[in-house]
């Protein structure tokens, strides 16, 4: 059993029949990459077996649900944290279980911290907040396949690679963005985001693709980092991890310039891009006007006390 796994039940008893059995990835995957990751491949575009792994994985607190001696779902759950539920056909109990889950979960939570709800499917967002959750945030996954574009920058800016001394830079851009931009509920700390560009440069910079499709635009009067899009690969496709303009630089086409830049570059190698997006976001405009589609929402909640 994982290390972090140790400081979780191997046996849960819900009442009624119900229980919960602790299972390690290897052995959860196999459950929860059909009922859970096959049943809502669509609202992410794509699950990949590999990436379905790497969540269980990651988590490392897989439960399946048992009801006498039948298997009928499984849960990623932990103290403060629960994610992914699914049922097993014929049963249909998704809402009581999912009662009995946050009964649960209250009882195993720290009191003075939020329950945190991850990824739920538009389709059961309703059961949730029946059951007092609240929505965090709401995103959609959008694609479109890739092609040869031409890419035109406006004037008064250059377009160039991202380096290591930009790192504080960016930082700052995109908190100002964000700080700007009325879908964005919640701000990281500047170190969030320096940290963010760093796994970019330390993951990502050496994949050729990546490098030329993530873009630091310059402004030439002032040499201030007034643009960025940070790319990584994810399910063998390019992912936009962030797109930031500065809100005085908006409205002038360095949005667009760096996604055509990325679909364009992106062509060489792949044949699809992908970005996730909050619900509220103005930008899904731009994106779907660049031949983007979305799905259904996914819904982040939390649970108080």
């Known amino acids: 059993m994982a290390e972090q796994s140790q400081l979780l039940d191997d046996l849960i008893d819900l009442g009624d029949g119900l229980r919960l059995v602790y299972k390690e990835p290897k052995e959860y995957i196999r459950y929860y990459s059909i009922y859970y990751g096959q049943k809502y491949a669509d609202y992410f575009f794509r699950r990949s077996t590999e990436t379905m792994i790497e969540v269980a994985s990651i988590f490392d607190c897989g439960y399946l649900i048992m009801k006498e001696e039948n298997i009928i779902g499984g849960v990623f759950l932990k103290p403060n944290f629960m994610s992914d539920l699914f049922v097993i056909p ?29 990824e739920i499917v538009e389709e059961h967002v309703a059961t949730y907040i029946q059951k007092g959750c609240e929505v965090n945030e709401v995103n ?7 092609q040869s574009l031409e890419a035109v920058l406006p004037e008064g800016y250059l377009s160039r690679s991202v380096l290591s001394e930009d790192i504080e830079d960016i930082a700052c851009l995109i908190m100002k963005a964000y700080k700007a931009n009325p879908a964005y509920k919640q701000i990281g700390t500047k170190e969030d985001y320096a940290n963010h560009v760093k ?30 899009c940070l790319h990584m690969e994810f399910e063998q496709y390019p992912l936009i991890m962030s797109l930031a303009v500065d809100p005085e630089h908006q409205q002038k086409g360095i949005g667009r310039f760096l996604l055509t830049n990325s679909i364009n570059i992106s062509s060489k190698e792949y044949p699809a891009t992908r970005l996730s997006v909050l619900k509220d976001n103005s930008a ?4 779907e006007s660049l031949g983007f589609i979305k799905n259904k929402s996914i819904t982040d909640m939390y649970l108080v006390y």
């Open 199 to 228: 796994e970019f440069i330390e993951k990502y910079q050496t994949n050729r693709i990546m490098d030329e499709c993530s873009r630091v635009i310059v402004e030439q009067s002032t040499t201030n980092i007034v643009g960025v």
């Open 284 to 287: 899904i405009k731009l994106y």
């Open 90 to 118: 014929p049963y249909q109990g998704y809402k009581g279980l999912a009662h009995k889950l946050l009964c649960h979960l209250k009882k195993i939570s720290k009191p003075e911290e939020k329950i945190f709800l991850r």
């Open 140 to 146: 959609y996954w959008m694609i479109r396949p890739t």
